[in-house]
């Protein structure tokens, strides 16, 4: 089946994500990303910020593991949603409701090894070799993700 709602984004965070619990305890967490928009030679760099929102398991993952400057993989939705400001007028917002993300893996992660997709600094590879201390669990059911 084909989602028509879909999107991918790549970003960096604007700031460092804080959870927040719903009424019923449901987590919940919104930040922004900073995504760069592809540009040519000559021309200056121009960044979107986008207002991000995730729930459940999603939301803790990000706030355990994601601070402001760290890039991001997020996999969504555009959700639009209505609401009164203070002054009881109607206001709409466009925010991307995070399904899933991922981790990204920089050059400098990556000790460089690797072929580079093009030259914004990310792999086209997420496989890093273990470090001398790496060993295999044994009951990896208690992992966030």
Known sequence: ???INSLNLMGRLTADPEI???PSNTPVTSFNIAA?????????KQTDFIPIVAWGKTAELICKYFAKGKPIIINGRLQQRTYKDKDDKARSVIEVIA?????VLSDKTAGGNHNKADNSGYSNSTYKEPDADFRELDNDEDLPF
């Open 1 to 3: 089946m084909i989602k």
């Open 20 to 22: 927040r619990y719903t």
């Open 36 to 44: 760069d928009r592809a540009y040519s030679k000559g021309e200056d």
């Open 99 to 103: 399904e899933k993300v991922e981790f």
